[in-house]
C-alpha cells in the first residue's frame, strides 16, 4: 500500500460573505497583537501618570519639610535672641542695682560726714556758750 501525499490546495473562496469572514478573522488575528500593544501602552501611561503624581507628592512633601524645618528653626532663632535678650537686659538690671547701690552708700557716707559736721558744730557751739557764761558769771 503507497501512501499518496497531496499537496494542501489553495482554497478558493466562493462566496463574498465567506470571503469577509475570513478577512475579518486574519484581521483579528492580525490585530490581537496590535491590541496587547495598546494594552500594554495603555498601562505603560497610566504607570507614568501615576508615576508622575508620586512624584509631585514627594516633591510637595519635601516642600512640606523644608518649610517646616525652616519654620522650626525661625522659631528657634528668635527664641536664642529672645534668650539673649534677656540675660543682656537682667545684666543690666543688675549693674543699675548695683550701681544705685554703690551709689547710695556715697549719699549714705555723704550724710553721715554731715551730720558728724553738725554735730561738731553742735558741740563747739554748746562749749562756746559754757565759756561765755563761766566768763560773765564767774
Known sequence: MEKKTT???PVVKTTAKEASKDTVKEAAVK???AKESVKETAAETKAAAVAKEVEK???ETKE???DTAKKATEKVEPDK?????????ERLITQELH???EGEDRWRTLDAAIRRQQMARREAAASSEKKGKKKNGV
Do not use: H, M, R, Y
Open 81 to 89: 535672641k529672645i534668650l539673649e535678650f534677656q540675660e543682656i537686659l
Open 99 to 101: 550701681a544705685k547701690k
Open 57 to 59: 507628592k514627594v516633591a
Open 7 to 9: 499537496a494542501a490546495k
Open 64 to 66: 512640606t519639610v523644608k
Open 31 to 33: 490585530s490581537a497583537p
